[in-house]
């Protein structure tokens, strides 16, 4: 089935450092992903719409130029973190839409752990 | 390791009708559980949570109760909308997806 990846799977940086985030989606092709981040117990908060050829849609609250999402193919969406700080230490999620049997769905990544020290 | 496992779509109902999605997870330790909704084109949304055993979890009419003696968290909403129509994702803390289930409102 459709598997979507991310990598690094966990990342430690020092404050100040960027960071990017690689989501690949590997048996299809996506011209939207979306990047959510995840606190410890909390609920999933979406960040943006990635699109393929075109600017990504950031959510209410989410700092573009903090987060910046570059989805550079159909298969390819990247969140670099810029000038990280501890408060940004978090859980990002990645998913793709697809369809499974007759119905639509996500499929999510695995997740990058991020730790700003 | 943990899972979440929800009832395959598409779920087709009239308007007003109850609903009902089964939602059981297997998970080592006491993890928050959430039912979240995505309409089409756009991202998931947080629909509801509990973070612990019987903690009933609501909002928008749709509630689910945290059932740590049979690993439960079903979705219930007593009176449907067309509004209602979208894709709902069972999930545990820690980024453990269900697969979604379709739900598809009839006027």
């Known amino acids: 089935g459709a598997v979507v990846s991310q990598h690094p799977s966990r990342v430690i940086c020092k404050s100040g450092t960027s960071v990017k985030i690689e989501c690949r989606s590997l048996?299809?092709?996506?011209?939207?992903m979306f990047w959510y981040r995840q606190f410890p117990k909390q609920s999933l908060m979406l960040m943006a719409t990635s699109n393929e050829g075109s600017k990504a849609t950031y959510e209410q609250g989410v700092e573009k130029d903090k987060f910046l999402i570059n989805h550079a193919s159909l298969t390819l969406s990247t969140l670099t973190v810029t000038s990280a700080h501890p408060e940004d230490s978090s859980f990002y999620i990645c998913?793709?839409?697809?369809?499974?049997?007759?119905?639509?769905?996500?499929?999510f990544g695995p997740g990058t752990r991020l730790l700003v020290l | 390791g943990d899972s979440v496992t929800q009832m395959e779509g598409p779920v087709t109902l009239s308007e007003e009708a109850f609903l009902t999605i089964n939602c059981t997870y297997t998970?080592?330790?006491?993890?928050?559980l959430f039912w979240y909704v995505q309409y089409p084109g756009e991202g998931l949304q947080l629909l509801l949570k509990a973070t612990k055993a019987d903690d009933k979890g609501s909002n928008k009419g749709f509630e689910a109760t945290y059932r740590k003696e049979t690993t439960s968290f079903h979705l219930e909403k007593g009176s449907v909308q067309v509004s209602d129509s979208a894709v709902y994702f069972c999930a545990l803390s820690g980024g453990i997806f269900g697969k979604g289930t379709r739900l598809h409102i009839l006027p």
């Open positions: 048996d299809f092709q996506a011209t939207t």
């Open positions: 998970a080592t330790g006491y993890p928050s």
């Open positions: 998913s793709a839409p697809g369809v499974t049997g007759n119905q639509e769905t996500q499929y």
